[in-house]
């Protein structure tokens, strides 16, 4: 928070894994909304399921309440909702403020018809953010045939670890590691940059 100037989004979630929680770990939940509101962020990402496919509304709700004043956005747990369009109303009467999904697919890529169904259902009431695999070279095009407003993105970029000679040693690799992955600034002004044109705001 001391160095990032723009909005400042925390995902709050538990464990990997599926969204169906128990009530010890809503219970971490609500800690970690704590944490994050004395952190000073703008916004918490959260998202709870029931074993039935559909979205936990009372959880969810709970947890609207719990991080007052911050916003609140739903991540992608909305992506195995079995009725998208019930879910979103849903969402909407919670006053949830965005919704990060691939329309239900494996990526924004693959969802777009979904994506734009949910754009047009959404109105004003809920931004629809695309999520999942966005790329600046796919970008434009997303953001041209959803009418999304909004795309997260990872930024990520795959670099060799360079590596202490003893430790490389170790690791049978001669002083180089494994590759990791890592943010790429350039990949951000790439997207930032398809993004605007495809909006008409560059």
């Not at 992608?76 to 999904?101: M, N, Q, S, Y």
């Not at 695309?130 to 045939?145: H, I, K, P, T, Y």
């Not at 959803?146 to 993105?153: K, N, R, S, Y």
């Not at 943010?183 to 560059?202: M, Q, Y």
């Amino acid at each position: 928070r001391a160095v990032v100037e723009t909005e400042l989004v925390v995902l709050v979630r538990p464990r990997p894994g599926d969204f169906v929680y128990s009530a010890a770990e809503a219970d971490a939940v609500r800690f970690d909304l704590d944490v994050a509101r004395e952190a000073d962020v703008d916004a918490v990402a959260v998202g709870a399921l029931r074993p039935d496919g559909s979205l936990d509304l009372d959880r969810i709700g709970a947890w609207i309440e719990h991080a007052r004043p911050l916003d609140v956005v739903v991540h992608r747990a909305f992506d195995f909702v079995a009725d998208p369009t019930a879910a979103l109303e849903a969402i909407a009467g919670l006053g949830v403020r965005r919704v990060l999904t691939s329309g239900l697919a494996d990526s924004a890529a693959d969802g777009v018809a979904r994506l734009r169904e949910l754009v047009v259902c959404a109105g004003d009431r809920v931004a629809i953010v695309a999520a999942g695999g966005v790329r600046s070279d796919v970008v434009e095009d997303l953001v041209r045939r959803t009418g999304v407003l909004q795309v997260h993105a990872s930024a990520r970029t795959q670099r060799s670890v360079e590596h202490d000679v003893a430790i490389g040693a170790r690791l049978g690799s001669r002083g180089s590691g494994p590759s990791a992955l890592a943010f790429d600034p350039a990949e951000v002004a790439a997207l930032v940059s398809a993004a605007s044109r495809a909006s008409g705001t560059a």
